[in-house]
C-alpha cells in the first residue's frame, strides 16, 4: 500500500490531497473539498490525461501561426505522438475558431481544432 500526494487542478482551490493506493486501485482520497478531487485523483493515478495546446503553421494568412489545442483530453503517453504530428502540420488561410485541423490526432480519437482566427493576408 501506498500514499500518494496530489495537488487537485479540478478547481481554483489546489487541494493538496493524499491518496491510498494498493497496486491499481485506490482505496482512499482524502484531503479534497469538492468531489471533483475526488475524481481528479483517481482518474490521475490509474490513468493519466491531458488537454495539449500548441500552434500550427498557416500558409497566406495575416498571421504566420495559429493555436490550436485537442478537443478532449488525450491520454498522457500520447503527448509526445500528438506533439510530433502538430510539428509537421500547416493550414492554408482563412482559419477560424473551432476548425477541426485533424479529426483523430496520434490515433486517439480526438480532434485538433483551432483556438484562433487568422484571415487571408492582405
Known amino acids: 500500500m501506498s500514499i500518494k500526494k496530489l495537488i487537485c487542478i479540478g478547481c481554483p482551490l489546489g487541494c493538496e490531497m493524499e491518496a ?6 485506490i482505496i482512499s482520497v482524502k484531503g479534497n473539498t469538492c468531489p471533483r478531487g475526488d475524481a481528479y485523483a483517481r482518474k490521475e493515478l490509474t490513468s493519466p490525461t491531458r488537454i495539449v495546446t500548441s500552434t500550427i503553421r498557416v500558409e497566406g494568412g ?10 478532449q483530453d488525450i491520454p498522457k503517453g500520447k503527448i509526445f505522438d500528438c506533439m510530433e ?3 509537421k ?6 482559419v477560424h475558431v473551432g476548425d477541426v485541423i485533424v479529426k483523430d490526432i496520434a490515433g486517439t480519437g ?13
Open 85 to 87: 504530428e502538430v510539428r
Open 20 to 25: 491510498e493506493q494498493e497496486g491499481t486501485e
Open 62 to 71: 495575416a498571421r504566420h501561426m495559429v493555436p490550436v489545442k485537442t478537443r
Open 110 to 122: 480526438v480532434a485538433l481544432v483551432a483556438t484562433g482566427n487568422v484571415n487571408v493576408s492582405n
Open 89 to 94: 502540420l500547416s493550414v492554408t488561410a482563412p
